[in-house]
């Protein structure tokens, strides 16, 4: 192919990136501006409590506005990106409906585990039929899923973190992997983030919460189904899935290790994540956030620089 095939190729490829990013942020804008006002009215409402850092009661109205975007975007790109995303856009939607029905009424933290662990398994279906995921990968894979649809629930716990997160994430795997997808999660995690930075006027929930981590945990191994990442040994494996989780699984590791030392559950609320304790050693929450931003770009970059 000549070489001016490739630069018009490219070309195009940036145009569609660009055309994404830009129609996920009006997205993400305008549709929190009406979904704000719906969460007031059916009292879908996030009430202050002692281990949260907001002093108000927010409407929860940016999930349902990241769901509807992210399915929304695949349908419009349907047969325009790398993988078939019909399973993920099930799988997703039931994570998010889980996560949305939490925040009406509080579920069962062990029926919440165990449909996010079934979503998570069900998803990875495409990889181990093709080949590309070995068995002992699609359980440690599934798992690992699993736990970053906790770990970004976890870490949704001082406004803007969550979406800093994955719109970071979303611009180191864009430039890893030149896949649309991620333009579309950058312009949508932006576009919600005035409205959740830095006066919180509404929340993920539960429901968009969760939707991001088991967005950036699966696609990135969609993204990776042509890579030996994903057949490597056991070890290597699981340390690539640490790094690649980046800060929100590592908060959620030391969450769960802090909490099965003290004897509690380890699904029991606190408020010690390290946001937490950030802020209580007299850091600016801009500084926070700043940092731990800062931090997971460092993860997530070394696991693909590593593997």
Known sequence: ??????????????????????????????????????????????????????????????????????????????????????????????????????????????????????????????????????????????????????????????????????????CIFLYAFKSTFWAFGIGIALGILPWNYPKAKTFLGDGGSTLLGFTHSCLLLYCLFESNALTKSFISFCVFLALAGGIPFLDMSFAVLRRIAKGISPFSPDKEHIHHRLVRRGLYPFMVLVFMVSFHAILITLSLKIF
């Open 1 to 170: 192919m000549p070489a001016i095939d490739y630069l018009e190729l490219n070309d195009k490829i940036m145009i569609e990136m660009g055309i994404s990013m830009l129609f996920a942020f009006i997205w993400g804008w305008a549709a929190t501006k009406i979904a704000v006002p719906i969460s007031i009215r059916y009292d879908i409402i996030d009430m202050p409590e002692k281990r949260k850092l907001h002093s108000e009661a927010t409407p929860r109205g940016g999930g349902i506005v990241l769901w509807s975007g992210l399915l929304l975007f695949i349908l419009l790109c349907h047969g325009r990106i790398d993988v078939n995303l019909t399973l993920f856009a099930w799988c997703a939607s039931a994570v998010f409906m889980v996560g949305y029905l939490d925040d009406m009424k509080s579920l069962s933290p062990i029926l919440r585990l165990t449909l996010h662990l079934l979503a998570s398994t069900i998803v990875l279906i495409p990889l181990y039929k093709n080949g590309n995921l070995p068995p002992w990968g699609w359980l440690v894979a599934s798992i690992w899923i699993a736990a970053m649809i906790s770990a970004y629930n976890m870490i949704d716990g001082m406004n803007g973190l969550a979406l800093c997160i994955f719109a970071t994430s979303s």
